[in-house]
């Protein structure tokens, strides 16, 4: 069993304080060992050994296999009944060949650690060693997710109890308020920022394939081109933002790729494009596909060629909780200060499965400044040349640590 810390005297930062050295190594540890959605069972292996090291009860092999809930009961058990606080890292890389020239580089090639999850795992692997010295006044789950880049971790640890507690298939109290961050390289090293409401999009994608008919590309009065069709089809796909949503409704349609074809004198039988439309409202997320079946299958139509859409309902919106959220400002105004935390005034349109947590309980997102002070840029989320900021540990640690104890 966890032992609570003898010296009452050691304030938290210097808890914090304490355990930086090993943490950084633990962070380029992970780092050096990237692995994609699914497939983390290295990370997987070092937040087990971490948490065995500090005592911590925890369950393994959850969200296919690679998903980690640790779980420390509150110092008094009649706390138990209070419901548990969670806390929320992901695990996974991405399929990126790494240019930071750091001495931790990726050692696989074609992936690395290109949004942070090394120094996510790494934070809450921190929050726990700390909370594990600590009078806690209520539980803390803590969840180790994989596949939050497209594989909906998140969702399948829900279905599989994390947050339901030890009846339900998780550990002990089910959780009752969660929180999570995001590494952000445009918010400054120091800050913490969040808001009320959407903040980040929900996100579906789309696969396309325009069927039209073949002829030698000397003679195009005797086919059907599905590529002009696809032109005509990707520039009428705008029109849902511009002529369909409210100027002040956010939606992006982005088509990402188009392929088509064998040789300049050839119009091929077909032309296949994918891309993804990030919406805000659970209505314009409604619409949005609606307009898109139209304009894709019609427009298909009109030029003389066929259209088969996959459609891939992706990510809900994440939708911070306004108890949850007003929560996290009160917490971290009062462990950084006033001038530290910043209130976001728009959503961005980039998805995160932690929406799913929302779902089920209150939830908070926030982001954690990554950008050191007085640089005018930092490379940014799914770059080659980003790298997680060591300097925004020990605010992250901070950051969950109180929310843990005083939410």
Wanted: proline share 6%; hydrophobic share 40%.
């Amino acid at each position: 069993m966890p032992q609570v810390v003898a010296d009452k005297t050691q304030s938290l930062p210097d808890l914090i304080a304490a355990e930086l050295p090993q943490l950084r190594q633990i962070r380029h540890e992970l780092h050096m060992h990237p692995e994609l959605c699914f497939e983390e069972k290295y990370t997987s292996s070092v937040v087990q050994r971490e948490l065995t090291a500090a005592g911590i009860r925890f369950k393994a092999g959850l969200g296919k296999g690679t998903g980690v809930l640790g779980y420390l009961p509150a110092s008094n058990p009649a706390d138990e009944t209070k419901g548990a606080i969670g806390l929320r890292a992901d695990m996974d890389a991405l399929p990126i060949t790494e240019r930071t020239g750091k001495s931790y580089s990726s050692r696989t090639e074609g992936k690395m650690h290109a949004c942070g999850h090394d120094g996510h795992t790494t934070m809450l692997i921190g929050a726990a060693k700390v909370l594990s010295k600590l009078h806690r006044p209520r539980p803390v789950a803590f969840v180790f997710q994989p596949a939050e880049e497209g594989g909906g971790g998140a969702e399948i640890m829900c279905d599989e109890g994390a947050l339901a507690g030890e009846s339900g298939g998780g550990l002990g109290a089910p959780v009752r308020m969660m929180f999570g961050l995001h590494g952000w390289p445009t918010v400054e090293v120091g800050k913490v920022a969040s808001k009320v409401g959407p903040l980040l999009a929900a996100t579906d994608d789309f696969e396309v394939t325009i069927k039209g008919t073949q002829a030698h590309g000397a003679y195009p009065h005797f086919g059907n081109d599905p590529i002009v069709a696809s032109a005509q089809i990707i520039n009428a796909l705008q029109t849902i933002v511009s002529r369909n949503a409210s100027p002040l409704d956010a939606v992006v349609c982005t088509v990402g790729a188009i392929n088509a074809g064998t040789a300049d004198n050839i119009i091929p039988e077909t032309c296949k494009f994918i891309g993804t439309i990030r919406t805000l409202r659970p209505q314009m997320r409604t619409l949005a596909k609606e307009r898109f079946f139209s304009i894709v299958e019609n427009t298909a139509q009109a030029l003389g060629c066929s259209a088969q859409i996959k459609w891939m309902p992706g990510y809900p919106v994440t939708m911070n909780d306004a108890e949850a959220t007003d929560t996290f400002f009160r917490i971290a105004r009062g462990a950084f200060g006033g001038d530290c935390v910043d209130t976001i005034e728009q959503p961005t349109m980039g998805g995160e499965d932690f929406a799913y947590y929302g779902q089920r309980v209150p939830a908070c997102f926030f982001l954690l400044g990554l950008k050191p002070r007085g640089a005018s840029t930092y490379p940014t989320l799914h770059q080659p040349d980003f790298d997680f900021n060591d300097d925004a540990l020990p605010i992250g640690i901070r950051a969950l640590t109180e929310c843990a104890l005083k939410a």
